[in-house]
């Protein structure tokens, strides 16, 4: 694709990026046949290639409107797109830079600025976060359906975490709205761990990944919180031994294996978050390469389950079937899920921000995840866990707590 970029961005580091990625695009449309918004509203402007024409235009200095940003605000981020492009087009940077921009060059209405900015102040809270989860359960009763389903009734117990008996350590990252949802999850994955021979920790005082920030249009806020999870995790990182960071939410993964980009022109960080970048692993990875010290299992089969493989893990890490072939060794049946490809409608902030759209993506997902008739649904990332429970009556958790039960 040719490009024109403006004078405003033509030579800064992100002109230079987003001047890369369109030049790589043939136009092809490959991609909008794996667009979820793309498949519900048929919208040319409602798919990737729509939206990098929209934001070629915005880069080349053409007015930016309104309808932009919805055609961008309407995009999930669950980058199915870069996963079936043939050319390589990196449409998640691309996104980010071009989010960028629309945010400084159009104004929102007040209702939707208050809206994000309260998601952006309590989300990342893990405190904070807790308490309004409380409160809700509380109100549960009295509140809109539309609220209600999105406050979980109870909050699974998390179990008791192993003390660090061994000399193999990894580090865990507890994450801001996990420890309140699902706090079975890290304590699971430090319990199967041990089994393995790898204890695993937590930094003290370590907060969000970032990216709930830098996803809803605070880059700088979600970049300052990237730094301060880097100083949690440095000298633990430099002093304390520790093989690999571990991400237990898939959600988080991406994010993390993303710092050495991101963080890249920024002199007092590049080089730990390069290295923090390459010492993160999805849980599965690690699960996958040490399986053998699990054996044996039980002989009893484990349960029938639909496994739910999270944007951030097939598209965003480009982890695809490990999970799945972790599960099957251990003897779970799993059954086919149509369409695994397709968001759930999650994505973050997305359910709360585009609710019809998510609401119908998580109605096709929990459809399809029930054609086979499993006994539960299991999935990677909390956000995706939550959203799914919250349209079902059907168990959904996070894999790993499954593993663990089978082990017991
Ligand atoms: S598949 Fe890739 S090259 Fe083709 S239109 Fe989509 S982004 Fe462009
Ligand atoms: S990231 Fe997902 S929703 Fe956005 S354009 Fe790509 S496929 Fe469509």
Redesign the pocket.
């Known amino acids: 694709m040719q490009t024109a970029l403006a004078d405003f961005i033509r030579d800064t580091p992100e002109g230079r990026e987003a001047d890369a990625i369109l030049r790589k695009c043939v136009h092809c449309g490959f ?1 909008t046949a ?5 498949l519900l509203l048929g919208d040319e402007n ?3 290639r729509g ?1 990098i024409y929209l934001m070629k235009q915005a880069l080349e200095g053409q007015e930016i409107t309104d309808k932009t940003r919805l055609h961008l605000d ?9 996963t ?1 492009c043939p050319s390589g087009v990196q ?2 940077r691309l ?1 980010d830079i071009g989010r960028k921009l629309v945010e400084e060059k159009t104004a929102r209405p007040a209702w939707e600025r208050v809206k994000r900015r309260a998601l952006a102040a309590v989300l990342p809270h893990r405190s904070l976060f807790a308490l309004l989860l409380a409160l809700g359960r509380v109100a549960r009763p009295v509140l809109p359906a539309s609220i209600a389903e999105k406050v979980p009734a109870s909050t699974p117990e998390a179990g008791a975490w192993p003390a660090p008996r061994h000399a193999r350590k990894m580090l865990a990252l507890a994450g801001c709205v996990q420890p309140a949802l699902a706090p079975d999850i890290n304590a699971a994955a430090a319990r199967v761990f041990d089994r393995i021979g790898i204890s695993l920790i937590e930094a003290k005082g370590a907060g969000c990944c970032g990216a709930l920030r830098f996803h809803i249009g605070y880059q700088e806020e979600g970049l300052a919180d990237m730094r301060a999870l880097i100083d949690r995790w440095w000298p633990m990182i430099e002093r304390g031994g520790v093989e690999a960071i571990v991400m237990t939410a898939s959600g988080c993964g991406v994010m993390v294996k993303e710092y050495a980009h991101l963080l890249r022109h920024d002199r007092a960080y590049a080089g730990k978050a390069e290295k923090i970048s390459a010492m993160t692993r999805d849980l599965s990875e690690v699960i996958d390469a040490e399986y053998a010290r699990l054996e044996p299992l039980p002989a009893k089969k484990g349960g029938r389950i639909a496994f739910h493989p999270p ?1 951030t893990l097939q ?1 965003g890490q480009d982890i695809k079937g490990l999970t799945e072939r972790v599960l099957a060794r251990a003897g779970f049946e799993l059954t086919p899920v149509p369409d695994s490809h397709l ?1 759930c409608g999650s994505a973050g902030t997305y359910s709360i921000l585009q609710p019809e759209l998510s609401g119908q993506l998580k109605r096709n997902k929990l459809s399809a995840l029930a054609s086979g008739a499993p006994e539960e649904i299991l999935t990677a990332n909390i956000g995706c866990l939550a959203h799914l429970q919250s349209g079902t009556e059907r168990p959904v958790r996070h894999w790993i707590a499954a593993l663990e039960e089978r082990l017991n």
Not at 34 to 38: A, D, L, R
């Open positions: 991609c794996t667009c979820p918004t793309y409602d798919g990737p939206r309407r995009c999930l981020t669950c980058r199915a797109c870069e079936t449409y998640g996104l944007c598209h968001c």
